[in-house]
């Protein structure tokens, strides 16, 4: 079988680098040249306008990789609609993570769009298959030329059935290679290119996708620009690893019950690839607004629902508080009277409790959550910590905390509570579902 870590090549047939960043090393990915080449953007066009991009989504979409998508192309400046293909705007996206949409999808009828992209999940991918409208906007998306994509199971499922990767190299979560195999020429590359039309794998191969949706959109040195700051992982397939000292088992009755706050500015990935995550392993996790409503603006515009408001979930105990990041949300918990005194009641009962990103820095830090520990936080926050010690690895887990830098580890973050919860097993089983751990 072909390995799933085949490196490809961009039209220059020079090697993609992501980040500029020394600590990042470069991502190579592998695309199909056909002999119908989608052109570069030019720079007078780059110029006038911002490119417009289709994010459909509907019940049972998988939102981690609809969030990353629009998380990273908003990052790119891109102009992002996301549609629900629903009767409403409010959609339930797998593992119980609620989504508002932009607009419904019948509002798009008469846009043109630089580029269509297609998350993944089920039954989601199916109900995007069997919307009437989002198919014929995406048939003539491609009819005219430009570009579209898809993830997981809708290259299968959407573009296959409606006959959009006929003659296409082509790529798909490794279940649904079969059924893509009728449509296209199948690869295991992480993400692939063949004119205009990009597929990729799974959930832990979007955030290479959507970067090199922005290379097709705005060239290499916007999509280097915009995957520096996302602190991605050097080499995607490797096993993840993690900075364990004083060593602590963590403990619970049975399934953890973990706390997950967000707020008005909160990163929208993080929040989203914890809840995600955690509920894939069967945690139970509730998520909580830090406002008077529960629906939040997270810091790139996704609009996400919470399960419950702080104030009421402060009612329970949890085995783990975990605070993703995002300079507004990470600001908005510091001031959170409740919030903060849940954390230091979970330190003084040496229960487990962590932040990733800005969190660490905005939120721990100033509050004496990190005295005597050791931490790390966003490359640009680790001025901030009174430990620099260990800031340069991507999760730090000290006894009862774990930290971790940014969107890009946001998987590792997340499997290393897994970890701690369950086992390494169980985590790398997991990783390797999500395709984010070579198989």
Known sequence: M???LRPFHTFSSLPLTFSKQPSVNPLLFATHRSSKRFPSPSSSIMATAARKVLVPIANGTEPLEAVVIIDVLRRAGT??????????LQVDACHGIKIVADA??????DTVFDLISLPGGLPGSTTLKDCEILEKIVKKQALDGRLYSAICAAPAVALGS????NGKKCTCYPSFMEQLSSSGTVVEDIVQQDGNVVTSRGPGTVME??????EQLLGKDKADEVSGPLVMSPKHGDEYSILELNPLKWTCDKNPKILVPIADGTEEMEATIIIDVLRRAKAEVVVASVGDTLEILASRKVKLVADTLLQDAAKLSYDLIVL????GGAQAFSKSDILVEMLKNQLEANKPYGAICASPALVLEPHGLLKGKKATAFPAMCSKLSDQSEVENRVVVDGNLITSRGPGTSIEFALAIVEKFWSREKALELAKTMVFVQP
């Open 2 to 4: 072909a390995s799933l």
């Open 79 to 88: 102009d992002v609609t996301v549609a629900s293909v629903e009767k409403q």
């Open 104 to 109: 419904l999808v019948s509002d798009c009828a």
């Open 162 to 165: 409606w006959g959009l990767l």
């Open 209 to 214: 996708f959507s970067v090199a949706l922005i």
């Open 324 to 327: 993703p990041g995002g300079l």
